[in-house]
Each structure stands twice: as structure tokens, then as C-alpha cells.
């Protein structure tokens, strides 16, 4: 493969980063997995024949019918299966031993060489290089660490997932908000906050962290057209795209062969950093995902994860391994499963929007919009009805932003009434990415636009279809209150 035609971006990578020096064990652990004809004593890993493990068998969904998932679920414990055996005496010996084995930052071979096909299979990016991981948490405070120092300003949609902001607070980074509505991120307001950066305040934030399909928590999906722009905007502005996409291969309503073009496949200077994560299309505990980027940022990531976490455990990475390769279901039977896979996503969707047309909407006290990706609903609850609505104020928050409604306390109401009558349903105020009133031209605050709840349709038809009416039963009691109640 020809060199990677990537321009230098190295000044993105934080002080921290750049002075970590190579683990030196590991670096003779990386020569001794790449010259196998060597002999080693180097190391000390315990022998193979010492391991008390000799086969590991995955029985897994059978891909065979043209429907799988529905099949895995429909048919229970009589639902077709296969065996992926790997023994240290077989012809899988090899993987097995390595995967037991003291290993390297980035991942077993074989395992990187499967997610390599995936990417091929899905994205444009004949020259970046997949990095193993243990899922999209782990992979995401990395490149944040990689990226960020004390002062650092990243970019975000104004609402996100909130864990993924708070752990790069605690390494000194701030968050800038960047305006969202139903189709994402609003390339427009992103551009204006790069262009009219004031220098007083900091360094320009060179860093946007996007979820661009069924975003969480707000379940909008970037347009191709939207993701052009916003690469547009990072080439002049230069800033690094961490393209998080969990919920890539849950992309509903699709009537075309293909997904939809990644930021990844739009990279051509070595810009974008990619995660995916094998979570949502296999399971969350196998704690397994990757990451996609330029060579350059790849060294620094294996540098740190091999002073840190280590590799994933390399019983997931066979799994995987096995799965796609010649004896499981291939990269085709991969294919078909998330595709029957996002088929069931749909139809829980559907039922919870069904559900909710009837239970909610009808109230004329909620509303939402059809999400085109991932495991979310985004509700606006129109608080404006509700008679104790206030407007016209000019109350200043804890955050020295100022809300000149009551929809905060409103909503705070709200979500405590629901946990009375029976429901667990997510607030916004808890994705909120607050705006510094001294530098930030935000005409309404994000506390006066807090009339949202998150809702999923991951889980069951039953928590659905026991906890839709609540809310809307809980909606009509909520606002139907008096008037005079401080």
C-alpha cells in the first residue's frame, strides 16, 4: 500500500501526549509478534501448554435464513445456531495462543485484520488504520486525551451524551455548544462560532466530537449534504472530526443498497478520527469496538494504551475473528445479520411511535419527530401550555446563564412526576451543554429550550407498551394544575 497522503496534524495532539514516551517491553513484545522466526527470551509470558485452557467453542445465530434476527428471536433455544471452535491443537491453535498471550496496543493481527475488511466493506478509507479498543467510552476519552489540554476547547452538538463531555472536563478541556436541530448539528452555527472566535478567550477550539447517526440523545442523523459542509468547515478551520458511530449500522428507511457516506470515507487529510464499537449490533459486555484513523494518530493511541488499559481481552477479539472468517459467518453473513438487525430496530421504533401517537400525541401535550437511526425518541413536551408557564423573566442560573423561563423548574417537575407514576424516562437537562453568556451569542439558552425527554425503543414491547400510557397519562395530570401553585 502506498503511503498515506496525509497532511501533518501532529499539532492537535496535547502536551501530554506528545512527551509519553514508548512502553520499552511492549516494544520488544510488538518485534518478537512480528518476526515470529525470532527466539525469544525476552519475555515473560507464561508458556502456551501452561494455559488452562485448551478450546473455547462460540455458539452463535445461525445467518443461513433470510431473516436471522427474527429468527433468533422467534425460534428461542430451537433458533438454528453454529459452532465457532478454536483449540490449541487444531488448525485455530494459532489464534488461540495469541489471544492468550501478552499482546500489543493495537489489537491481535487477526482481529485488525477483520475490522479492516469491515471498514472497506462500509467506508472509503484506503488509508487509515484501525485501532482495537475496549468499546466506543474507551475509545472516545482516549482520542480526547490524545487531543486535549487544560484550556483546550472542544466542539459539540448542545445537546450529547454526557458522560463523554465530563471525562474530558476532568483533564481540563471545555466544551463549546454547537446548535442542533432534527437533521443534527447546524453547519451555519458552527461555522459562525469558529469565525467570530474571540482570541481573549483561548485557543479556537480545533476538536468536534459528533455522533452523526441516531444521535444520542437527541436521535437526529446528519444529511450527506450536512456532513460535506461540516468537513468543508473542518478542512478550512482546521479542526480534528472524532466521528462517533455507535448506532452506524441501525440507519432506518433505507430504500438503497448502501449506507450512507461516513466522514470517514470524506477524509482526505488524516482529520478524522472514527469509532465504532461492536455493542449495539452484538453486545454491549464484550467490551470490544475500534478505532479508524490516520497512521500518525494510530502511534500515539498504541503508546498510550500500552501504558494504560492494554489491548481488549482477547477472547472477544477471537470471537469476532472467528465470526467474520472463513469458517463463521464471513464478512457477507455479517452483512445480512445487521441488516436483519436494523429491520427489528425499525419495527421497535415503529411500535413505540405507534404507541406513542396514541397515547401521548393525542394529548396535544407532546409531540416528536420519526427518528431515522439509533435506539432514541426525542420528545418536546410543549410546557408553553402548562398554566403555571412563565415567560419574560430574567432569572439567573448557577451557571451565570440566564433563563428567562421557568421551563428548568417546570421540567424538573415534570420528570419527578414521572417517576411517581411508574415511569424512568431520561430529561435533557441531564445532555445539556451550557454556553458561556460572556463569549457566546446564544439567543435563546438551552434552559429555556429544555423541554425535551429522551425515550428508547431498545428495549422491550412490554416496558413500551406499559410505560407510553404513563407518560401520557402523567402529561394530562401534570398540566392540569392550578394556576396559583408556587
Known amino acids: 500500500m502506498d503511503a498515506a497522503p496525509f497532511i501533518d496534524l501532529t499539532h492537535h495532539l496535547s502536551p501530554e501526549t506528545l512527551v509519553r514516551r514508548t512502553n520499552p517491553l511492549k516494544d520488544i513484545i510488538r518485534i518478537s509478534l512480528e518476526n515470529p522466526h525470532l527466539v525469544s527470551l525476552a519475555n515473560g509470558d507464561p508458556h502456551h501448554t501452561l494455559y488452562p485452557i485448551r478450546r473455547i467453542d462460540y ?17 428461542g433455544s430451537a433458533a438454528a445456531t453454529q459452532v465457532l471452535s478454536t483449540a490449541q491443537d487444531e488448525e485455530s491453535g494459532r489464534l488461540l495462543r495469541s489471544s492468550l498471550q501478552y499482546g500489543h496496543g493495537a489489537g491481535l493481527a487477526d482481529a485488525l485484520r477483520t475490522v479492516a475488511e469491515i471498514n472497506k466493506a462500509y467506508h472509503r478509507a484506503p488509508h487509515h488504520v484501525p485501532t482495537m479498543t475496549l468499546g466506543n467510552a474507551d475509545a472516545i476519552t482516549k482520542c480526547f486525551r490524545m487531543l486535549g489540554a487544560p484550556g483546550d476547547y472542544f466542539l459539540a452538538d448542545e445537546f450529547t451524551f454526557a458522560p463523554m463531555p465530563i471525562a474530558a472536563e476532568a483533564h481540563g478541556v471545555k466544551w463549546v455548544p454547537v446548535t442542533i436541530d432534527s437533521g443534527g448539528i447546524v453547519p451555519e452555527e458552527l461555522e459562525r462560532i469558529l469565525a467570530s472566535w474571540n482570541p481573549e478567550r483561548g485557543r479556537r477550539p480545533h476538536v468536534l466530537y459528533s455522533v452523526p447517526c441516531g444521535q444520542n440523545p437527541t436521535g437526529s442523523t446528519l444529511s450527506v449534504a450536512r456532513r460535506k459542509q461540516l468537513y468543508d468547515i473542518a478542512r478550512r478551520y482546521d479542526l480534528v472530526i472524532i466521528e462517533d458511530d455507535p448506532y452506524y449500522f441501525l440507519q432506518y428507511d433505507k430504500s438503497t443498497s448502501h449506507f450512507p457516506e461516513s466522514f470517514l470515507s470524506m477524509d482526505v487529510d488524516g482529520r478524522v478520527i472514527r469509532i465504532d464499537s461492536f455493542s449495539k449490533i452484538m453486545a454491549p459486555g464484550m467490551r470490544l469496538g475500534w478505532i479508524t484513523s490516520s497512521p500518525s494518530f494510530r502511534e500515539f493511541l498504541v503508546k498510550y494504551t500500552d501504558l494504560s488499559t492494554q489491548h481488549p481481552s482477547g477472547f ?9 472468517g472463513p469458517h463463521g459467518w464471513q464478512l457477507s453473513g455479517f452483512d445480512k445479520w445487521v441488516r436483519s438487525l436494523r429491520a427489528d430496530y425499525q419495527r421497535r421504533r415503529d411500535f413505540f411511535l405507534d404507541l406513542f401517537e396514541r397515547e401521548v400525541a393525542s394529548t ?60 424512568v424516562i431520561c430529561p435533557s437537562s441531564v445532555f445539556m451543554l451550557r454556553a458561556d453568556p460572556r463569549y457566546d451569542d446564544v439567543p435563546t439558552p438551552i434552559d429555556d429550550r429544555s423541554n425535551f425527554l429522551r425515550g428508547t425503543f431498545a428495549g422491550s414491547e412490554d416496558a413500551m407498551a406499559a410505560g407510553i400510557p404513563i407518560l401520557g397519562r402523567v402529561l394530562q395530570e401534570f398540566f392540569d394544575q392550578p394556576t396559583n401553585r408556587e
Not at 455458539?59 to 425460534?75: I, K
Not at 472477544?316 to 467474520?324: A, C
Request: net charge negative; charged share 15%; aromatic share 6%.
Open 316 to 324: 472477544g477479539q477471537v470471537l469476532v475473528t472467528e465470526l467474520l
Open 59 to 75: 455458539e452463535v445465530a445461525s445467518v443461513a435464513g433470510v431473516d436471522p434476527v427474527a429468527d433468533w428471536r422467534a425460534l
Open 364 to 423: 396535544g401535550l407532546a409531540s416528536t419527530y420519526v427518528p431515522e437511526a439509533g435506539m432514541f425518541v426525542w420528545i418536546r413536551v410543549h410546557i408553553d401550555k402548562h398554566p403555571r408557564f412563565k415567560a419574560g423573566l430574567a432569572q439567573e442560573a448557577a451557571t451565570g446563564v440566564v433563563a428567562r423561563t421557568n421551563t428548568s423548574a417546570l421540567m424538573t417537575e415534570l420528570f419527578e412526576a414521572c417517576i411517581a407514576g411508574g415511569l
